[in-house]
Antibody, heavy 124, light 107 residues
Framework: EVQLVESGGVLVQPGGSLRLSCAASGFTFSDHYMDWVRQAPAKGLEWVGR??????????DYAASVKGRFTISRDDLKNSLYLQMTSLKTEDTAVYYCARGGVTTRGRRYFDYWGQGTLVTVSS | DIQLTQSPSFLSASVGDRVTITCRASQGISSYLAWYQQKPGKAPKLLIYAASTLQSGVPSRFSGSGSGTEFTLTISSLQPEDFATYYCQQLNSYRLTFGGGTKVEIK
């Protein structure tokens, strides 16, 4: 059974840093692109960023709102995905989901499995 | 970034109704579009990908259509478990984006 379990969400002050983790199991983690998506309280979904697999040199892409502040990484030996967040702002407050880009067609990878999410609150 | 505009943002319907949600892209995205369903407190669930392909395990009352800039998600006969919020997502560009969502509530 495919499982994605996020952790690391806490209350942090503006300007602070935080690292989220996503533990994967039940599939060959190293084969897949992985993404982070966030959802502010009572708001819609916002894509945060993506990391590709080894075959694509672990390249990354980010939303404009987080580029330069957030970094996505992965450890294929530990089946884990990470989101390093720095210079946090109050508007970064959200539930953060990791998602697997497991449905592939015409070169695009659609999100077929999601974690349950971890809440990050940025407040003084 | 490519903007996705969903309409309506809120929809009130009854069990058995046919429901259609529209997603418009700010520029052409071919068929690189997905639809997700999200229930309160839960992660989103993939319903449709590549604009019209039904994800495995999703009931056939869900269907998607469109290409270019205009897309629709149709629920042919709304069931009690379908009351949720629906999001479209484009995968045409490297910077993925979601629509603002359509909340489907019980009339």
């Amino acid at each position: 059974e495919v499982q994605l379990v996020e952790s690391g969400g806490v209350l942090v002050q503006p300007g602070g840093s935080l690292r989220l983790s996503c533990a994967a199991s039940g599939f060959t983690f190293s084969d897949h692109y992985m993404d982070w998506v966030r959802q502010a309280p009572a708001k819609g979904l916002e894509w945060v960023g993506r990391i590709r697999n080894k075959a694509k040199s672990y390249t990354t892409d980010y939303a404009a709102s987080v580029k330069g502040r957030f970094t996505i990484s992965r450890d294929d030996l530990k089946n884990s995905l990470y989101l390093q967040m720095t210079s946090l702002k109050t508007e970064d407050t959200a539930v953060y989901y990791c998602a697997r880009g497991g449905v592939t067609t015409r070169g695009r990878r659609y999100f077929d499995y999601w974690g349950q999410g971890t809440l990050v609150t940025v407040s003084s | 970034d490519i903007q996705l505009t969903q309409s309506p943002s809120f929809l009130s319907a009854s069990v058995g109704d046919r429901v259609t949600i529209t997603c418009r892209a700010s520029q052409g995205i071919s068929s690189y579009l997905a639809w997700y369903q999200q229930k309160p407190g839960k992660a989103p669930k993939l319903l449709i990908y590549a604009a019209s392909t039904l994800q495995s395990g999703v009931p056939s009352r869900f269907s998607g259509s469109g290409s270019g800039t205009e897309f629709t998600l149709t629920i042919s006969s709304l069931q009690p478990e379908d009351f949720a919020t629906y999001y479209c997502q484009q995968l045409n560009s490297y910077r993925l984006t979601f629509g603002g969502g359509t909340k489907v509530e019980i009339k």
